[in-house]
């Protein structure tokens, strides 16, 4: 072939890719929206969303229109909802280089300083971050943080013996240790611990401006220039106290670490392991290494503290719901471990109704309905329709954890649906495929959530009653099952009754490894 007619040839196959090109461009954006509920002009759906529990409304729509993708516009925001895995698997896994991202959320990120946070970025700038964690955390690293896992449930039970009135506290308070101690080898256990309550200013920063459109500036990115001083502008003030305690967050535990390590005194955590590696991989840039494995522990606590805590929650919910399915978890326990005897890690296997107890609580009521939300930055198609560049994209995982075909009577509390012959039945769908979130982005953290739940469950209910409480009358009070309808959904305050099974529970409790 001259070089001519080659030259031609290449000409004439551009001409086509680009007329192809055109039009496949042209068709796309040509493409319908997903359906969706009616959109009025400007305002689009503003006036349908529901100020709380949109993962309701979202599956409501769905099941309206017939499809497990819908389109909703909030006043110009463009939302995507997936509510069945199919898509989900479609979009967030098979194209995850388009669909790992988060919203961009200045007021968080630029103005409070959570920008080592990997829960909210650009995917690709933070791969280093999910690396890292994946070393430590994933389904076998995870297990050498057993013993620490072990120690927080059993101190938990001491607490709860000792004061067994608000039991979300004591929920909180164990979620917040464990992770100080996975994470940095810290012992947070003693009351007014400066690193816990530093997390938990940091977290309350956290999650108030993780809300889209909760500060203005989210929507006016601009607005991150406007001083402090100048009228109107509270959200800078209220930005730079939170900024001191995110820096404190970030700075303080790890910097505590390294003394601890420095000392030779430091326990195995996610930090000491991963600055000892370092050490020893001699690799180039150490210190941006180390900024990596400071944020990534920073990361930690603010992704795994309230989170575990609002499914502890969500347990004690669900046996006040179904006194009958506590009272087979404890004759499982009885049965198999003997009468208030401490279970352990190597039980589960031998557990299936308490293993379903857990997954029970992960589907009943989800502590993130709505996962945390991912987004589209270039425009796509998905069977034929539009997806805009710039759309949210939210996995339902409420509308996957109560599909009637996979869970029949999905909205009450019945571990029984994961068993066929006294065995976990793995043909029912496990709700760790959505409660932990998907694709790319999914918790990281996941493994270690799953084993420091089964092993506090397991714990309490063998060693302890969860009963309704009394009023002054010795009538029962009936909790309001209400969560709180943010991102991460935990009961709102309850009251219950909380007692021993037995002084053999008791015994068991006071000789356990929890030294509080
Ligand atoms: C019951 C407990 C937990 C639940 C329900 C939960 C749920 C979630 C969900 C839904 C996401 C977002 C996934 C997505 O974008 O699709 C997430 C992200 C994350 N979780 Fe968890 N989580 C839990 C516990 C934990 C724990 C214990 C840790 C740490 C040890 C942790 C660390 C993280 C991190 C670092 C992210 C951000 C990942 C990223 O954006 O790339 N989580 N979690």
């Not at 409420?398 to 075909?405: K, M, Q, R, S, T």
Request: glycine share 6%.
């Amino acid at each position: 072939m001259t070089p001519q007619l080659c030259s031609s040839l290449w000409s004439i196959l551009a001409l086509i890719i680009l007329f192809y090109g055109t039009r496949w461009k042209h068709n796309r954006s040509r493409l319908p929206l997903p359906p969706g509920p009616k959109k009025l002009p400007l305002i689009g759906n503003l006036l349908d969303m529901p100020s709380e529990r949109q993962w309701e409304a979202y599956h409501a729509w769905s099941k309206e229109c017939n499809s497990d993708i819908i389109h909703v516009n909030a006043a110009g925001t463009s939302i995507v909802v997936l509510s069945s895995m199919e898509a989900i698997r479609d979009l967030f896994d098979k194209r995850s280089s388009l669909y790992s991202d988060r919203v961009r959320l200045p007021m968080l990120v630029e103005l409070m300083g959570w920008d080592f946070a990997i829960g909210e970025s650009v995917f690709d700038s933070r791969r280093a971050h999910r690396k890292l964690f994946h070393e430590a955390f994933n389904v076998n690293a995870v297990k050498q943080f057993h013993p620490q896992e072990r120690v927080a449930a059993h101190r938990l039970l001491r607490r709860i013996l000792n004061d067994p009135k608000d039991i979300m506290k004591h929920f909180r308070h164990l979620a917040a240790v464990l992770i100080m101690d996975v994470t940095y080898g810290i012992d947070a256990g003693n009351p007014g611990d400066p690193y816990t309550n530093l997390a938990e200013e940091a977290m309350h920063g956290l999650s108030v401006a993780s809300l889209p459109g909760r500060f203005l500036v989210d929507t006016i990115p601009a607005l991150k220039y406007v001083p402090s001083w100048f009228p109107g502008a509270d959200f800078q003030r209220q930005a730079k106290k939170w900024r001191k305690a995110t820096r404190d967050l970030l700075e303080m535990p790890f910097a505590h670490a390294k003394r601890n390590i420095a000392l030779g005194s430091a326990p195995a955590s996610f930090t000491s392991l991963s600055l000892a590696a370092l050490e020893s991989s001699q690799k180039e840039g150490q210190r941006e290494q180390e900024n990596l494995i400071k944020g990534t522990a920073a990361n930690m606590y603010g992704a795994g503290s309230d989170t575990t805590a609002a499914a502890l929650g969500t347990f004690v919910y669900a046996m006040l719901a179904n006194p009958e399915a506590q009272r087979k978890a404890q004759a499982e326990l009885d049965a198999v471990l003997g009468p208030s005897h401490l279970p352990d890690f190597a039980d589960e296997v031998v557990l299936p109704y308490v293993s379903a107890v857990v997954k029970e609580v992960l589907r009943w009521k989800n502590v993130t309905p709505i996962a945390v939300p991912h987004f589209v930055s270039v425009d796509d198609d998905y069977r034929g329709y539009r997806i805009p560049a710039g759309s949210i994209v939210i996995g339902n995982t409420w509308a996957i954890l109560h599909d009637e075909d996979m869970y029949p009577d999905p909205h009450a509390f019945k571990p029984e649906r994961f068993l066929l012959d006294g065995k976990l039945n793995p043909a029912v769908r496990d709700p760790e495929v959505a409660a932990f979130g998907f694709g790319r982005r999914i918790c990281p953290g996941r493994h270690m959530a799953t084993s420091s739940l089964f092993i506090t469950i397991a714990s309490m209910l063998a060693t302890l009653d969860i009963k309704k409480a009394r009023d002054e009358h010795g009538n029962e009070v009936e909790p309001s099952y209400e969560f709180f309808p943010g991102l991460i959904s935990p009961p709102l305050p309850f009251k219950c009754s909380i007692t021993p099974r037995s002084q053999k529970a008791v015994e068991a409790i006071n000789s356990s490894s929890g030294n509080d």
